[in-house]
């Protein structure tokens, strides 16, 4: 089975302008969550989705948006991109929305410069 | 925010030695659970333990759970030059509707031969 697949896996992207990451979960698993890794330190959630509803935001401005499609795959958005943007980008999935663990993809890569 | 603390901050040790790493959190939780991550890659699962349980085990892994004093602690025994990577644990705080979890800042464990 494949696991957890996003893409792309590196951006270069300049201040001020849009970003989409994309992430495919786990076939069979219908919650995917979003979360931002800034070097050193450990992820941040942004959001979780399941079964294409928004059930948890963290504590991100509006620039940042997400969306589930029905085959479960994800977007996540990021508008007027600043400087501390700049991080590894996770997408995880799991087969329920709650407690249980959670499978991470390779992470996306985002410089913005 | 972060939820917690993993410490120590960095550990070095031989191959074959037994590294422990604590964690501690600051609110009530479901479970706790343990993640590595290989050079700013994708996190991969490791162990979860629910908070009705004080100690789990996975192979060479051992975890404990103390509710009471919000900590854990993951023991890995008979290290590895491959076990080298930053070892995170995360809360999951969550009722039901929806899964966040809080990362704590990581451990970063270097395995020498």
């Known amino acids: 089975d494949a696991g957890v697949t996003q893409s792309p896996t590196h951006l270069i992207k300049t201040r001020g302008q849009h970003v989409t990451l994309r992430c495919s979960p786990i076939?069979?698993?219908?919650?995917v969550s979003w979360y931002q890794q800034v070097l050193g330190q450990g992820p941040q959630f942004i959001f979780q989705?399941?079964?294409?509803?928004?059930?948890g935001r963290g504590n991100f401005p509006d620039r940042f948006s997400a969306r589930q499609f029905p085959n479960y795959s994800s977007e996540l958005n990021v508008n007027a991109l600043l400087l501390g943007d700049s991080a590894l980008y996770l997408c995880?999935?799991?087969?329920?929305?709650?407690?249980?663990?959670?499978?991470f993809g390779q992470g996306t890569r985002l410089t913005v410069v | 925010s972060q939820q917690g603390e993993e410490d120590p901050q960095a550990l070095s040790i031989q191959e074959g030695e037994n590294a422990t790493m604590n964690c501690s959190y600051k609110?009530?939780?479901?479970?706790l659970q343990w993640y590595r991550q290989n050079s700013g890659r994708g996190l991969v699962h490791l162990i979860l333990?629910?908070?009705?349980?004080r100690e789990k085990h996975s192979g060479r892994l051992r975890v404990t759970l103390d509710t009471s004093k919000k900590s854990s602690s993951l023991l890995i025994t008979a290290s590895r030059a491959a076990d080298t990577a930053s070892y995170f644990c995360?809360?999951?705080?969550?009722?039901?509707?929806?899964?966040?979890?809080?990362f704590g800042t990581g451990t970063r464990l270097q395995v020498t031969l």
């Open positions: 995880a999935s799991s087969w329920i929305v709650a407690r249980t663990e959670a499978f």
């Open positions: 076939s069979g698993h219908k919650s």
């Open positions: 989705y399941y079964e294409k509803e928004e059930r």
């Open positions: 609110t009530s939780i479901n479970n």
């Open positions: 333990i629910r908070s009705n349980e």
């Open positions: 995360a809360t999951d705080a969550n009722t039901g509707t929806a899964s966040k979890l809080t």
